[in-house]
Nanobody, 126 residues
Framework: EVQLQASGGGLVQAGGSLRLSCAASAFTRDDYAWGWFRQAPGKEREGVSC????????YYADSVRGRFTISSNNAKNTVYLQMNNLKPEDTADYYCAAAYDALPVYCVWPSGMGYWGKGTLVTVSS
């Protein structure tokens, strides 16, 4: 059982930056993908960005590519999401999720992620 704890959300003006962090309790295998999903009110949950532990390969949704950067520290079981040039449409609950034996592209299928943390709210004001 992997437990995930996300933090770092908050209120920021458009054009500002936030850094999200997600700490995992422990991984029992060294090949997994994990990352960030978000869900805005009235919308489906969508994958934002994911990273693979084994080789650091990444996935970004088109809507965030060039503005968000995912990184991880495997020794600390932590994944980060640096969010720059935030827009009001980035407002959502952001969730951290993980799956063993997965590729970063699995980000497009939230239902395929086996472990989820609670969300952290990001609000971007215009």
């Amino acid at each position: 059982e992997v437990q995930l704890q996300a933090s770092g959300g908050g209120l920021v003006q458009a054009g500002g930056s936030l850094r999200l962090s997600c700490a995992a309790s422990a991984f029992t295998r060294d090949d997994y993908a994990w990352g960030w999903f978000r869900q805005a009110p009235g919308k489906e949950r969508e994958g934002v960005s994911c990273i693979r532990s084994r080789d650091g390969s990444t996935y970004y949704a088109d809507s965030v590519r060039g503005r968000f950067t995912i990184s991880s520290n495997n020794a600390k079981n932590t994944v980060y999401l640096q969010m720059n040039n935030l827009k009001p449409e980035d407002t959502a609950d952001y969730y951290c999720a993980a799956a063993y034996d997965a590729l970063p592209v699995y980000c497009v299928w939230p239902s395929g992620m086996g472990y989820w943390g609670k969300g952290t709210l990001v609000t971007v004001s215009s």
